[in-house]
T-cell receptor, first 115, second 112 residues
Framework: AQSVTQLGSHVSVSEGALVLLRCNYS??????LFWYVQYPNQGLQLLLK??????LVKGINGFEAEFKKSETSFHLTKPSAHMSDAAEYFC?????????????FGRGTSLIVHP | NAGVTQTPKFQVLKTGQSMTLQCAQD?????MSWYRQDPGMGLRLIHY???????DQGEVPNGYNVSRSTTEDFPLRLLSAAPSQTSVYFC???????????FGDGTRLSIL
């Protein structure tokens, strides 16, 4: 079964520091990969997606992620954290299998940004 | 440009009561889904639909019912509410099943 693992339920960084949120998926077949962000009391918003093509994907708000098939990873990065980046981040996979498409979300990583 | 609209935003129920969570989208999306979000558990898929008249079970379907009579609407019914169903419920839609989903703002449901 397809699963998504996000390492670290909480990540704390200082403003201006590098942000790295980790996501690994279990599959031998390249799936469709997404990162979403959730601000308090809101629904999820798409940050970026990987389907096919270039393995380095750029998203909104300065975030990017790199698909590494050999490592089955899709880590999210941002060079310099802003206070406004504090939110919950979810990695998600949609794997096609036998005509079925079931989205699977990781458990989320809460990003804390210190002044 | 409403996107995905969920009502109500908050609801408190007593054990055993039934209710319907409403979800409507105005983007002509074929794929719609319901999730529940619990602390530390991420989002878990309850039911989904690939078009009007077609629904299927997700990861945690027990205690919930859905129907899809139109492209726009995808209501979620709690048949007999239980405290374990206290959660935040999100509805989402996408043009295709493998495309990014658009989420509503959620319904916060408490079962006493």
């Amino acid at each position: 079964a397809q699963s998504v693992t996000q390492l670290g339920s909480h990540v704390s960084v200082s403003e201006g520091a590098l942000v790295l949120l980790r996501c690994n998926y279990s599959s031998s077949v390249p799936p469709y990969l997404f990162w979403y962000v959730q601000y308090p009391n809101q629904g999820l918003q798409l940050l970026l997606k990987y389907t096919t093509g270039a393995t380095l994907v750029k998203g909104i708000n300065g975030f990017e992620a790199e698909f590494k098939k050999s490592e089955t990873s899709f880590h999210l990065t941002k060079p310099s954290a802003h206070m406004s980046d504090a939110a919950e981040y979810f990695c998600a996979v949609i794997r096609a299998s036998g005509g079925s498409y079931i989205p699977t979300f990781g458990r989320g990583t809460s990003l804390i940004v210190h002044p | 440009n409403a996107g995905v609209t969920q009502t109500p935003k908050f609801q408190v129920l007593k054990t055993g009561q039934s209710m319907t969570l409403q979800c409507a989208q105005d983007m002509n999306h074929e794929y719609m889904s319901w999730y529940r979000q619990d602390p530390g558990m991420g989002l878990r898929l309850i039911h989904y639909s690939v078009g009007a008249g077609i629904t299927d079970q997700g990861e945690v379907p027990n205690g919930y019912n859905v129907s899809r009579s139109t492209t726009e609407d995808f209501p979620l019914r709690l048949l007999s509410a239980a405290p374990s169903q206290t959660s935040v419920y999100f509805c989402a839609s996408s043009y295709l099943r493998d495309q990014p989903q658009h989420f509503g703002d959620g319904t916060r449901l408490s079962i006493l």
